[in-house]
């Protein structure tokens, strides 16, 4: 467990919601999440699995009716910018069917096992926040970790949607 899981653990208890008390996650706006593997295992390192994981999430966001402004997959977890609209899914149920669909496809490749750590993490996207720092953050991912030397010849990032500012 990573230092930032166990100090979850302790402070918050095991069960605790990791989502914002009150506030209504089906409501239209934009979230920043972060989706971390089982044990922040290295798991998307494997190129078959990380191309799948990004066309999973691609095909469940045109399902769910979810805009991708950014992603960034790389070998522990996903950085996603991403807004819902009127009349869809809540964020929460969003997350859990990519995590169920991305699981399978996991399951298929590598046998069975966890893919997913419990949960994800949001930051809600308030008006006063550039959305254009927060796609920089996401996509600067890779050069940041030692991944590539650019952002370009990075292969698992992108923007599937553009930002209306």
């Known amino acids: ?12 208890g095991k069960n605790r919601s990791l989502r914002l008390k009150g506030f209504d996650y089906s409501t239209p ?8 593997s089982w044990k922040g295992e ?6 078959k699995l990380a ?10 966001s045109r399902q769910f ?5 950014a992603y960034c997959l790389i070998p522990n977890h996903l950085h996603l910018l991403t807004g ?8 929460s149920q969003y997350v859990q069917a990519f995590k169920s669909l991305s699981t399978r496809l996991f399951w298929r490749s590598f046998g069975k096992g966890k893919l997913w750590q419990r949960g994800f993490y949001d930051h809600i996207i308030r008006k006063e926040e550039s959305l254009v720092e927060i796609t920089k953050y996401i996509l600067a991912n890779p050069v940041r970790k030692g991944l590539s030397d650019t952002t370009d010849e990075y292969p698992y ?9």
Not at 157 to 165: A, H, R, S, V
């Open 1 to 12: 467990m990573r230092e930032s899981e166990q100090y979850h653990y302790k402070t918050y």
């Open 51 to 60: 191309k799948e994981i990004v066309n999973c999430l691609e095909d469940c």
């Open 29 to 36: 706006g934009v979230y920043f999440l972060t989706l971390c």
């Open 42 to 47: 290295n798991v998307f390192y494997d190129p």
């Open 157 to 165: 990032l992108g923007m599937l949607d553009e930002i209306m500012l």
């Open 65 to 69: 009716g979810y805009k991708v402004y």
């Open 84 to 91: 819902v609209s009127e009349g869809v899914r809540s964020v």
